[in-house]
C-alpha cells in the first residue's frame, strides 16, 4: 500500500524548474523542514521559498504549491 504525504520543503534556492527537476532540484542542497530554520539560518539569507511536495515514501511525486516566504 502506498502513502502519499505533503510536505513543506523551506530553502533559500529558487528552482523555476522545480516541477520538472523534483529530487534532482539544487534546492535539496539547501533544504530545511521550517522548525530547522533558526533565526540565524533565516538571517543567512534574504529570501525564502516553500515549496510543498508530495512524497511517496522518501521519493518526491510533485509539486503542489510554492509559495515565497
Known amino acids: 500500500m502506498k502513502t502519499t ?3 513543506d520543503v ?3 534556492v529558487r528552482d523555476d524548474k522545480v516541477k520538472t527537476t523534483l529530487g534532482d532540484s539544487p ?3 539547501q533544504a530545511y523542514h521550517k522548525d530547522e530554520v533558526t533565526p ?3 538571517a543567512k539569507h534574504n529570501n525564502w521559498f516553500v515549496y510543498t511536495f ?3 515514501g522518501l521519493k518526491v511525486q510533485q ?3 510554492f509559495k515565497v516566504v
Open 5 to 7: 504525504e505533503k510536505v
Open 10 to 12: 523551506w530553502s533559500p
Open 27 to 29: 534546492i535539496w542542497k
Open 40 to 42: 540565524e539560518i533565516k
Open 54 to 56: 508530495v512524497f511517496d
Open 63 to 65: 509539486l503542489a504549491n
